[in-house]
């Protein structure tokens, strides 16, 4: 192609463009993108990623300090405690993953004397913690009764099975003994 008819066709490719286009419905294109973007973390997907560290956990009056072993919802758990470990009773510490499978207990709580359902997610990730090893174990079983045990890693189904520490999330009040 002649670089006189290539400068024709760009030309006329331009004018049909021109002709089918308006600055204002290009404004408008442009703010439909921008508001798009900015609604994006609003969707249900982001809010079940967020979920999956901090799951919104039933009522239940709180006493006590989550970085002690003697907490009350501690008082079935094996394992290193989250909140030493930047995280907190119910949320992982950074950069690590909670398991799915877990560990469940019963604990009374000292406010109510309710007794509630804990369950003891592992935080699964290559920061082991170290910190704050707890070991209570009302209610634990022998290993050979594994889903009664709490002496198991729980990073199972999670992208590592590499344990860090573990959280205490209320399930609900238990209703039989
Ligand atoms: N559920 C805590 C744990 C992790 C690894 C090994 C034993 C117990």
């Given at each position: 192609m002649?670089?006189?008819?290539?400068d024709?066709w760009?030309?006329?490719?331009?004018?049909?463009l021109?002709?089918?286009?308006?600055?204002?419905?290009?404004?408008?294109?442009?703010?439909?993108?921008?508001?798009?973007?900015a609604?994006?973390p609003?969707?249900p997907v982001?809010r079940a990623?967020?979920?999956?560290q901090?799951?919104?956990?039933?009522a239940?009056?709180?006493?006590?300090?989550?970085?002690?072993?003697?907490?009350w919802?501690h008082?079935s758990i094996d394992?290193?405690?989250?909140?030493?470990?930047?995280?907190?009773?119910t949320?992982?510490?950074?950069g690590?993953e909670?398991s799915?499978v877990?560990?469940?207990?019963t604990c009374r709580?000292?406010v109510?004397?309710r007794d509630?359902?804990?369950?003891?997610?592992?935080?699964?990730g290559n920061s082991?913690?170290?910190?704050?090893?707890?070991?209570?174990n009302?209610?634990?079983?022998?290993?050979?009764?594994?889903g009664?045990?709490?002496?198991?890693?729980?990073?199972?189904?999670?992208?590592?099975?590499a344990?860090?520490?573990?959280?205490?999330l209320?399930l609900?009040v238990?209703?039989?003994?």
């Open positions: 002649a670089r006189r008819d290539f024709g760009i030309e006329a490719a331009a004018r049909r021109a002709r089918r286009t308006s600055r204002r419905g290009f404004l408008a294109r442009v703010g439909t993108t921008l508001f798009g973007a609604t994006l609003l969707l982001a990623s967020a979920q999956a901090a799951p919104r956990e039933p239940a009056p709180e006493t006590g300090d989550a970085t002690s072993c003697d907490y919802r008082c394992g290193f405690l989250s909140a030493c470990c930047g995280g907190s009773a949320a992982c510490p950074p690590t909670m799915r877990t560990w469940i207990g709580n000292p109510d004397g509630y359902l804990i369950s003891y997610n592992d935080c699964c082991f913690c170290g910190r704050c090893f707890c070991n209570r009302e209610g634990d079983r022998p290993i050979y009764l594994t009664k045990a709490n002496d198991i890693n729980w990073c199972m189904g999670t992208s590592t099975t344990y860090s520490s573990t959280v205490a209320v609900g238990a209703t039989e003994s």
